[in-house]
């Protein structure tokens, strides 16, 4: 990627570690909430290929700094970059720079999201979130293209984009993950749950308490990290192949198309694609409701 002036340098948006047989990749822009842009997006991959590069690495944590994993896509901070020059590696596509409406968002969509999350789901090496405070909208898409999900207590979660008149993130992986019934609940309500809900709905592997997220995942990691390498490698793409035989990446395609069809309705109808939401809408519609839900 090429650099633009445009995006105010940050320093290291995402950091790399190695920890014995375990990788840390960490998202570095905890000011931000851990917000993703490209710049994020593509730091994120090149520390993924490290840690595949790496013959030592038999697993790969992905943690964010700060009280929070992630915020989600970048919709508002200095940094958020829409025309920044990406080396497509996700995709075969055109770049996004030099297009206009529905093509530059296509072309920048299917590969910083939708591709760049599909193509991290496939890392041949165990993958671990380790997901502390918010993780919404975006990071879910990060969290759910790894292979296991260890949160802290205080970890909350919600996509709701539904606001924006548009039907969930690029990623839709929402009824795998969740089923299709409690999918079709936190998208209509775009309600907070909690890491004890995700718990119990399968969606997250195990809740710990805050103090001890980091030990309890690097626990786990090191404890898969035991595992014959190639094993390990053979039975990730078993059990992806088989996700993919139940529909999920046909339903993610044809989830991508009604995804742009609402950006489209929204620039047609309003002032923007994103339905009038912003950075600071999006935060205060994720707020425990009155009753106290999330």
Not at 171 to 179: E, I, K, R, S, V
Not at 218 to 241: D, H, R, Y
Request: hydrophobic content about 40%; some cysteine; proline content about 5%.
């Amino acid at each position: 990627m090429s650099p633009d002036p445009t995006v105010p340098d940050e320093g290291e948006v995402v950091t790399y570690e190695r920890r014995g047989p375990v990788a840390l990749v960490t998202m570095n822009r905890p000011q931000y909430r851990n917000a993703q842009n490209s710049v994020m997006t593509y730091a994120l991959d090149a520390a993924f290929t490290r840690a595949v590069d790496d013959t030592e690495v038999k697993s790969i944590v992905l943690a964010g700094n700060g009280k929070h994993f992630s915020a989600g896509h970048d919709i508002g901070t200095p940094g958020r970059d829409h025309h920044v020059h990406y080396d497509n590696r996700a995709v075969l596509w055109w770049d996004h720079v030099d297009r206009a409406g529905g093509d530059q968002r296509f072309a920048r969509e299917s590969e910083v999201y939708l591709g760049m999350c599909r193509r991290w789901r496939e890392i041949p090496k165990p993958t671990v979130a380790m997901v502390q405070g918010a993780c919404i909208a975006g990071a879910l898409m990060l969290v759910w293209s790894c292979d296991l999900i260890v949160a802290a207590d205080d970890a909350f979660f919600s996509d709701p984009v539904v606001r924006m008149g548009i039907p969930g993130v690029e990623y839709f992986a929402h009824p795998w993950m969740l089923g299709p019934r409690r999918a079709k609940e936190i998208l209509f309500t775009g309600d907070r749950f909690t890491a004890a809900q995700a718990h119990d709905w399968g969606m997250v592997n195990r809740v710990v308490p805050r103090a001890d997220l980091e030990s309890e995942t690097f626990a786990l990691a090191e404890k898969i990290s035991a595992m014959p390498q190639f094993g390990l490698a053979l039975a990730k793409k078993a059990v992806n192949q088989c996700e993919d035989l139940m529909g999920m990446r046909a339903g993610m395609d044809s989830v991508f198309g009604l995804h742009h069809f609402a950006h489209a309705h929204n620039a047609e109808v309003g002032a923007d694609s994103l339905g009038g939401m912003d950075a600071r809408s999006m935060r205060e519609s994720a707020r425990p409701d009155q009753n106290g839900a999330r």
